[in-house]
């Protein structure tokens, strides 16, 4: 498995090695000892969650606090997404800073989103099927947003048109507002 720290160099796009052939393909989507050699830490993941949306839906920035942080493991197995991650670590040099990636069926791209990173993402294709590991469990008390379109950020979205969010996205507080980490 190819790991290659993107401009924030804490968050990882691992690219699988692919075999395949006219009746289909294997790949190993996760070993943990590739895992923890490229990130330099290790992790365990406790939940897996599954979501599909439609096109032009944009879920998050979201992410939790600490003692909930929360590392995600993400890739699609259906469809195409734009993945964003953003620093929210008020004490890193990269704080406030964002990467994207697009992530998508054929690609096979997992992105690794450690803890103190905001994330979200927004479907290019008809549809997608966007898989999560967790490092923590889902602590409703502990989630926090920030705006997906915070001129701050400026995240460079690939949007021909208004995503369609949910009412807590569309009510996530701006970065200057944003409850962060330490």
């Known amino acids: 498995m190819k790991a290659t720290p993107l401009a924030i160099a804490d968050v990882i796009l691992f690219e699988p090695k692919v075999f395949g052939d006219a009746r289909g393909f294997f790949l190993e989507s996760f070993n943990q000892k590739a ?3 490229a990130t330099g830490s290790h992790y365990d993941f406790v939940q ?26 993400v890739r699609v197995v259906q469809g195409a997404v734009f993945d964003v991650a953003v620093d929210v670590r008020r004490s890193s040099p990269t704080f ?4 994207g990636a697009e992530l ?5 791209k997992q ?17 997608a099927d966007f898989l999560y590991k967790t490092t923590n469990y889902y602590a409703p008390a502990f989630e926090r947003s920030v705006a997906w379109n915070d001129p701050h950020l400026a995240i460079e979205w690939p949007l021909n ?22």
């Not at 979501?51 to 944009?58: D, H, I, K």
């Not at 998508?104 to 096979?108: D, G, I, L, P, Y």
């Open 35 to 37: 895992f923890d050699e």
């Open 48 to 73: 897996d969650n599954h979501s599909r949306s439609a096109q032009g839906v944009l879920r998050g920035l979201h992410y939790q606090l600490p003692p909930h942080a929360q590392g995600k493991l």
């Open 96 to 99: 406030g800073q964002w990467v």
């Open 104 to 108: 998508t069926a054929e690609n096979h």
């Open 111 to 127: 992105l690794w989103v450690p803890p103190g990173f905001a994330h979200g993402f927004v479907v290019l294709s008809e549809t």
């Open 161 to 182: 048109a208004a995503p369609q969010l949910s009412g807590k996205d569309a009510e996530a507080p701006q970065w200057e507002d944003a409850e962060v980490f330490a």
